[in-house]
């Protein structure tokens, strides 16, 4: 296996100094599942905006690489082209621009090359079937108007068209109901099927990880990683919660 992500111990604080990340060290190789998990306040959704570079989050100390470069300082940009991805628990409205040229746009400005249209939409079509979209959200503005669970869709739609090496789903399932968890899980398992990247998971549901093989589970509290087994370990916080880790 060919690692491609390597935090060395990583604190992260927020603008006002607020540590947020503490002394944490995480690997992950190309095609692994990993699973984040913590009780509210962790710094699950923290890590991952300080790994995809939000300028909201400081690295105070460590490293980060990313496919053997030094990613520490960089942009939000620049690790996308690496082959980064983050899906948000509350995607954003972006008026003015269709989410089919959204896509499109990204994928050109990932490859640096032209996105032929024809091949384009065949591809974009088969992908918001797989998803259950309406194909008329492809001419709609970026998440305007969206319900919650298209916002959730049209972010696995991304993931699906770009095929970033690594991606970052941050609690992608929250506020679905259960056709629509399905639908998003099965999303996920299609691109690790056919673009075998890894991912990162931050979820509370065990529901959107049943088709997928999970590597590992972390255990965050208080920013730091305190405990890390395999997938089983998801079933056990689901029945006996964080306590236990909480005491440590």
């Known amino acids: 296996m060919v690692m491609l992500l390597d935090v060395k111990n990583l604190s992260a604080t927020l603008e006002d100094g607020k540590k947020i990340i503490d002394d944490l060290s995480l690997s992950v190789n190309s095609g692994e599942v990993h699973v984040l998990m913590g009780p509210n306040g962790a710094g699950k959704s923290s890590l991952g905006n300080t790994l995809m570079g939000n300028p909201v989050y400081k690295v105070a100390d460590g490293k980060i690489f990313f496919k053997d470069n030094d990613i520490t300082e960089e942009a939000c940009d620049k690790r996308a082209k690496l082959g980064m991805f983050m899906s948000f628990q509350s995607p954003l409205e972006v008026p003015g621009i269709s989410l089919e040229s ?75 109901d259960v056709d629509a968890v399905r639908v998003v899980s099965e999303g996920i398992k299609k691109y690790q099927e056919t673009v075998g990247g890894a991912l990162l998971i931050i979820t509370h549901n065990a529901k959107i990880l049943e088709n997928l093989k999970i590597d590992y589970t972390h255990i965050l509290v208080k920013g730091h990683i305190v405990h890390t087994g395999d997938g089983s370990l998801v079933e056990k916080i689901n029945a006996e919660g964080f306590e236990q880790f909480l005491k440590n």
């Open 102 to 176: 959204f896509i499109r746009s990204a994928m050109q400005q990932k490859t640096g090359e032209h996105v032929k249209l024809f091949q384009f939409q065949k591809e974009l079509k088969a992908c918001m079937e797989l998803l259950n979209m309406n194909a008329d959200y492809a001419k709609r503005d970026l998440n305007v108007g969206f319900s919650g669970g298209e916002r959730k869709k049209s972010e696995i739609l991304q993931l699906l068209m770009l095929k970033p090496d690594f991606a970052i789903l941050d609690e992608t399932d929250s506020g679905l």
